[in-house]
């Protein structure tokens, strides 16, 4: 392509692009296009001859514009999700042009540097100990993934077994102890691994969803063999957190590795007001969070890091002739990760703690928490209207009541609040009951955003209640 014709073509995505970020805090937040229409708008025979790059991106651009959720922008409060710094939003466009395969030292050495002096960053900012490895995967799925793949290779080392080349076929079992609360990535990543989500044992939590230690005392006193015990740092509906360093001591007086699934609460640690919850957290063997949560890192972005740089090499590393490494001091971060061609994933990261540096990551997190309290407040204060948990981080739990079925009730606010459009939540069950999440995650929201959401919320519930 002609130099021309590729800025003018990258030149159009900046403007799309731009274009779609000034209107964030402006649109209705949620989607509004149906189903069909965006497979009427997107969909076409593939054709037989190539068209001209501007007009495809032009026209991706207007198919989607209806199906586009505005979960960057301020007033998304679904599921756990930030919204893409400027300047990691940038560095990931950059790392797209330069389209290196962070796979090896040898095909992207920039990449394998970056993501080097972002681990260092990445283990100071978050108190975990001073060389443990770190893999950029692409979220909290594959980083509990990762860090169960290294405690499978470590549990059944001990135990004499090579998982890695014998497989589970005949090896000792390996008990797997689990909150009652633990996010289903956790038992997807057991199915993934041969361990089984089913066999996993439950022990039993609290009613803010924390694992009782009690419990997992009595769990871990039937296990004999080799064993994992899965500790959870923020709920992903209540945003409790495990007794971390209870569990930790428990377990390991069993010799069990301790994996901490810390996908949005790790980032905790980033704040002196909040780090208390995570009292414990650095004497874990794994853990995994998420960048693109609350570091506010565009998509796909999620962090797993090992103890034991061993277990973690040894679980994942890849072999081969052509796979040619230079000296032990260059990053191969294949090592680190389930996969093998891979972007340079550590780039956007490294921008977005440059951009913030400690102090505004801290700040994020307290921003964040301080936005969380305030709408569980407001919230609170409206007679039939509960918060059905203790508000320790970003998460609120709310529930709607009235004459009639509360269940009901709760639904139908969410529904109405969807449409209506000022802001997006989702909804839950806690507990046996319904329930409206309140994720608070982005950068970018301000008192007056949540101001403006709970009244939103509120005139939802008042004319539900009215129907
Ligand atoms: C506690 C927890 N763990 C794991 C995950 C999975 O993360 P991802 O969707 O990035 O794979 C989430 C996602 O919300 C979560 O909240």
């Not at 069909?36 to 207007?62: F, M, Q, S, Y």
């Not at 797997?176 to 993934?192: C, D, F, N, P, Y």
Request: charged fraction near 20%; aromatic fraction near 6%; charge should be neutral.
């Amino acid at each position: 392509m002609e130099e021309r014709s590729e800025q003018a073509v990258l030149g159009r995505a900046l403007e799309l692009a731009v274009a779609f970020r000034h209107s964030l805090p402006h649109r209705h937040v949620g989607a509004v296009a149906t189903l069909e229409e965006l497979t009427a708008a997107l969909g076409r025979p593939l054709a037989e001859r190539g068209e001209d790059p501007v007009r495809v991106v032009d026209e991706i651009a207007a198919a989607c514009e209806r199906g586009l959720v505005a979960s960057a922008g301020p007033r998304y409060f679904g599921f756990v999700v930030g919204g893409g710094l400027p300047a990691s939003l940038a560095a990931d466009w950059l790392v797209s042009a330069w389209d290196q395969d962070a796979g090896l030292y040898a095909l992207g050495p920039a990449a394998a540097v970056a993501e080097d002096v972002t681990a260092a960053w990445l283990l100071d900012l978050l108190g975990l100990p001073e060389g443990t490895s770190v893999g950029f995967v692409t979220g909290g799925q594959m980083a509990n993934f990762t860090g169960l793949a290294a405690g499978r290779h470590k549990v059944l080392a001990a135990a004499g077994w090579d998982v890695e080349e014998d497989g589970l076929s005949g090896a000792p079992p390996v008990t797997v102890l689990i909150g009652e609360g633990a996010h289903v990535t956790i038992l997807s990543s057991l199915r993934m691994l041969g361990l089984g989500g089913r066999r996993a044992v439950r022990v039993a939590a609290d009613e803010q969803g924390r694992m009782k230690t009690e419990a997992l005392r009595d769990a871990l006193a039937q296990v004999a063999g080799p064993a994992i015990v899965c500790a959870q740092a923020g709920n992903v509906n209540s945003g409790a957190f495990d007794p971390l360093d209870e569990i930790v001591d428990l377990a390991h007086q069993r010799r069990a590795w301790v994996h901490v699934d810390g996908a949005f609460g790790l980032w905790a640690a980033a704040s002196p007001r909040t780090r208390t919850l995570l009292r414990g957290v650095e004497k874990a063997d794994s853990w995994a969070t998420d960048a693109h949560k609350w570091l506010n890192v565009p998509y796909d972005s999620g962090l797993a890091f090992v103890r034991e740089p061993g277990a973690h090499r040894a679980s994942l590393t890849l072999r081969a002739d052509y796979l040619q490494r230079g000296s032990l001091a260059e990053r191969n971060p294949s090592d680190w990760v389930p996969e093998s061609s891979r972007r340079a994933r550590g780039v956007p990261v490294y921008a977005a703690l440059r951009s913030l540096g400690r102090a505004g990551v801290a700040a994020l997190v307290e921003r964040c928490c301080a936005l969380a309290r305030r709408a569980a407040g407001q919230f609170a204060a409206r007679p039939g209207v509960r918060v059905l948990n203790d508000v320790v981080l970003n998460q609120v739990l709310v529930r709607f009541e009235g004459r009639g079925d509360g269940d009901a009730l709760t639904k139908a606010v969410i529904a109405r609040v969807q449409r209506e459009g000022t802001c997006w939540l989702g909804g839950t069950r806690w507990r046996g009951q319904e329930a409206m999440r309140v994720s608070v995650s982005g950068w970018s929201t301000t008192e007056a955003d949540m101001d403006r959401s709970v009244a939103a919320v509120l005139d939802a519930f008042a004319a539900e209640s009215r129907s």
